[in-house]
Antibody, heavy 117, light 110 residues
């Protein structure tokens, strides 16, 4: 069965970096696009980026260029979202989600990233 | 404030029908497919509807989607207490080259 399993919660100080990982299983990894969606505490969903898993080419939403890097390791069916120069407003649950935007048919369990001094 | 507008909350009694609207523009809903998601408390979202009106396997036919012009609607019939959740619409915006989500609608089953 299709599974997306994400790395565990992170507590970081402002200015630090964090990498959130998402390991896919149960399907041909390069047959589906992958996305990152975040949700700040008590807020709605916000799309961050998607990546073409065949070519490795990412596309970022406005406001997520520069500090956010979406990468792949196809050898282990894993995607990574690296966030640098963390700010308090980056505090959120980050979800990986499979599928062609905007139809995301499988989601990871979510990774809470907390940015606090 | 979201570009896609949803009512903050809707409510209805068990067994009844409810609709949730999602209003956008020609750059998003008007020319792109709409998806709908259900998010139960403390869990990841689940895809309910894609391509305006298609249901993934395993989603009951109590859930339906439609689109007209620059608005989309999610319908839920035979409401159950287990349907209490937040519901989000989502679509591609051709001007922004990005996925947009509505602000979410909290469904209460009285």
């Amino acid at each position: 069965q299709v599974q997306l399993v994400q790395s565990g919660s992170e507590l970081k100080k402002p200015g630090a970096s964090v990498t959130v990982s998402c390991k896919a299983s149960g399907y041909p990894f390069t047959s589906y696009a992958m996305n990152w969606v975040r949700q700040a505490p008590g807020q709605g969903l916000e799309w961050v980026a998607w990546i073409n898993t065949k070519t490795g080419t990412p596309t970022y939403a406005q406001g997520f260029t520069g500090r956010f890097v979406f990468s792949l390791d196809t050898s282990v069916s894993t995607t990574h979202l690296q966030i640098s120069s963390l700010k308090a407003e980056d505090t959120a649950v980050y979800y990986c989600a499979r599928g062609r935007p905007p139809a995301f048919d499988y989601w990871g369990q979510g990774t809470l990233v907390t940015v606090s001094s | 404030q979201s570009v896609l507008t949803q009512p903050p909350s809707v409510s209805a009694a068990p067994g009844q029908r409810v609709t949730i609207s999602c209003s956008g523009s020609s750059s998003n809903i008007g020319n792109n497919y709409v998806s709908w998601y259900q998010q139960l408390p403390g869990t990841a979202p689940t895809l309910l509807i894609y391509d305006n009106n298609k249901r993934p396997s395993g989603i009951p036919d109590r859930f339906s989607g439609s689109k007209s012009g620059t608005s989309a609607t999610l319908g839920i019939t035979g409401l159950q207490t287990g349907d209490e959740a937040d519901y989000y619409c989502g679509t591609w915006d051709s001007s922004l080259s990005a996925v947009l989500f509505g602000g979410g609608t909290k469904l209460t089953v009285l």
